[in-house]
T-cell receptor, first 113, second 108 residues
Framework: ETGVTQSPTHLIKTRGQQVTLRCSSQ?????VSWYQQALGQGPQFIFQ???????GRGNFPPRFSGLQFPNYSSELNVNALELDDSALYLC????????????FGEGSRLTVL | QKEVEQNSGPLSVPEGAIASLNCTYS??????FFWYRQYSGKSPELIMS????GDKEDGRFTAQLNKASQYVSLLIRDSQPSDSATYLC????????FGAGTRLFVKA
């Protein structure tokens, strides 16, 4: 158990819709990262938040956005869903004291039809 | 742009054998390296971290780092069927970059 929880675990959307995925990080972990993992691929970095501010972003379009809240929860929003957005979305809580080790939640599997 | 390269496999080894997983990376200044294990349908879990050249052992797992060659490896001794999973090599830093993973099958 990593102490990181994500919801929902599975969801199905149609093209053009919007989705919000939620994550609750470990208490005391000020940094949270979100990753997209397509089938057969490694996780791809979407963005990272530190104390409620985005401080890093991967090669994802602006329709991917996020928020981090003071209670160690965060969310990933994706607008105008495309078929290629179908993937496992992973939230990772980062222990800054341990040189960047990531603690993943169970993930949210999104299917876009 | 940091890159991490892994052989996608599958790597198949008999039970009790040593499984050797390899990874190369492009960023010469990286200081932290990780191996994550991911079972099918599950999320990655950290199994090893290594920060300096040489070997680091933890139970049946040994991570090896050679910064001059930009190479990191993971050895699994006495492989068990429960070790069958995808192993992800990752480069730490401001953001963690993952390789595509190597699928390992341990045959009973």
């Amino acid at each position: 158990e990593t102490g990181v929880t994500q919801s929902p675990t599975h969801l199905i959307k149609t093209r053009g819709q919007q989705v919000t995925l939620r994550c609750s990080s470990q208490s005391g972990h000020n940094t949270v990262s979100w990753y997209q993992q397509a089938l057969g691929q490694g996780p791809q970095f979407i963005f990272q938040y530190y104390r409620e501010e985005e401080n890093g972003r991967g090669n994802f379009p602006p329709r991917f956005s996020g928020l981090q809240f003071p209670n160690y929860s965060s969310e990933l929003n994706v607008n105008a869903l495309e078929l290629d957005d179908s993937a496992l979305y992973l939230c990772a809580s980062i222990d800054d004291r341990r040189t960047g080790e990531l603690f993943f939640g169970e993930g949210s599997r999104l299917t876009v039809l | 742009q940091k890159e991490v390269e892994q052989n996608s496999g599958p790597l198949s080894v008999p039970e009790g054998a040593i499984a050797s997983l390899n990874c190369t990376y492009s960023d010469r200044v990286s200081q932290s390296f990780f191996w994550y294990r991911q079972y099918s349908g599950k999320s990655p879990e950290l199994i090893m971290s290594i920060y300096s050249n040489g070997d680091k052992e933890d139970g049946r797992f040994t991570a090896q780092l050679n910064k001059a060659s930009q190479y990191v490896s993971l050895l699994i001794r006495d492989s068990q069927p429960s070790d069958s999973a995808t192993y992800l090599c990752a480069l730490g830093g401001f953001k963690t970059i993952f390789g595509a993973g190597t699928r390992l099958f341990v045959k009973a």
